[in-house]
């Protein structure tokens, strides 16, 4: 019979409740085939003892993301279910049950006893390294090639025709992710008043499904800025030899450069900016703001749709995701970013939370990334096969469980006098549900 006191799973469980005042939330099995922890669901396979080293190192999300990463943790079952059990834990958990030091020492004395002390453990290659101070143009560059310029033919695999990268807008049960991005691009599109003749500027234009789909259906010229030389190139591609090619133009350019540009200077009837704020950072966002109020044409208006987090959370994406996925993200309550477009001069017209939309979404892009794995890993390697899954799995939770929320604000730039010649009522509310 295996001795409970001295197999390493036991030990961990062991050492879980004497440091949380807690009994593990998932079962875990160790190197040595060793199992504690509850039954009937997702199993944490720690394969060697590597796993338990970088958490020495990196304790908490980034050090179980480095271990996942790399191999060293694997999850037998629903990784999704086995996050939500360690969130949950987590929050139940007494806020005044801190590390003391005999926690600490305890955790020392158990790392010895299984040969876990050691070096730290080289990152997986898929970190990202990014130097200098946030914010920076050059930095900034960095962090967005990091992410958007993984490859066209990767996000061609995991999003839909119209190539968009951001919450979907489902107006009823078994649409297609397709169908329901569709139904995002013309609730922008109405909400923005776009007509045939119009001038629209996209900040942070990705593939550019928003300009080609106002081009294409609304009769605007369209420009779009981005940092990402993929995306670039895509929308190039995609509108060469169309008669989309001269209304449709992408710069690659930071928006601080457009800017400063006298071009840009109010010559915009819309501006759309679809889930770019974020990218901005805190201390340049009155700026990003006031770019886009400048742009505008009085009377213009804006549409904004933008990632939050709850008053009193932190304000990045996490360890995880600002390592692997986003770095330097900068997430604020809707209110902070509403404060922050009215002092740019923006008159708030309409706010729309989407938060359930996007779990909807995520579940769509997990759905695919499972049934065309393979394909991701041929493209990318397994250890950015995954990150990913990791990214779909925490973000679509993050969002099922209020811990992040998307919201769509229209805001307008009025005349001197006031004037904003905006609809008395929402047109754009009911021609979504016909």
Request: aromatic share 8%; hydrophobic share 40%.
């Amino acid at each position: 019979m295996e001795n409970i006191l001295v197999s390493v799973a036991h030990r961990l469980a062991r050492l879980v409740r004497d440091v949380t005042g807690a009994e593990l939330p998932v079962r875990i099995r160790a190197w040595d085939d060793s199992e504690a922890g509850p039954s009937g669901g997702p199993v944490m396979v720690i394969r060697s003892r590597r796993a338990l080293r970088r958490l020495l190192w990196a304790p908490g999300e980034l050090g179980l993301a480095r271990a996942y990463v790399s191999g060293d943790i694997d999850v037998d079952g629903d990784l999704a279910e086995g996050f939500r059990r360690v969130w949950q834990q987590s929050r139940a958990r007494p806020a005044s049950r801190s590390l003391r030091a005999r926690d600490l020492a305890q955790a020392a004395v158990v790392a010895a006893r299984l040969g876990v002390v050691g070096a730290p453990p080289r990152p997986p290659a898929s970190e990202a390294r990014l130097t200098g101070r946030r914010h920076t143009r050059h930095r900034d560059v960095a962090a967005i090639s990091h992410h958007y310029d993984l490859s066209n033919d990767f996000y061609r695999l995991l999003l839909d025709e119209h190539m968009a990268y951001s919450s979907a807008y489902f107006t009823h049960d078994g649409q297609t992710l397709h169908d329901a991005q569709t139904a995002k691009l013309d609730l922008v599109c109405r909400k923005l008043g776009l007509k045939p003749g119009m001038k629209l500027l996209d900040v942070g234009c990705g593939w550019g499904s928003l300009i080609i789909h106002a081009a294409r259906h609304y009769g605007v010229t369209a420009t779009g800025i981005t940092l990402s030389a993929e995306q670039r190139a895509f929308v190039s591609e995609r509108t060469a030899g169309t008669d989309l090619a001269d209304r449709v133009e992408v710069r690659l350019q930071d928006y601080r450069e457009f800017g400063s540009l006298p071009e840009a200077d109010a010559q915009f009837d819309a501006v759309g900016s679809i889930e770019m704020g974020e990218h901005v950072g805190e201390e340049h966002y009155g700026q990003y703001a006031q770019i886009m109020y400048d742009a505008l044409k009085p009377t213009g208006r804006l549409l904004l749709q933008q990632m939050s987090r709850r008053v009193g959370a932190a304000p990045g994406g996490g360890a995880f995701i600002e390592s692997y996925i986003a770095p330097d993200m900068h997430m604020r309550p809707l209110a902070h970013t509403v404060d922050l477009l009215q002092s740019s001069g923006f008159e708030i017209r309409d706010v729309e939370a989407m938060r359930e939309h996007y779990v909807r979404t995520v579940d769509h892009w997990l759905e695919t990334f499972d049934r065309r794995n393979d394909e991701f890993v041929a493209l990318q390697g397994d250890e950015v096969a995954r990150v990913w899954r990791l990214y779909l799995v925490g973000g679509g939770l993050a969002f099922a469980e209020g811990r992040m929320g998307v919201d769509q604000i229209l805001a307008v730039k009025p005349t001197v006098d006031g004037r904003a010649e905006m609809p008395h009522t929402r047109p754009w509310a009911a021609a979504a549900t016909d």
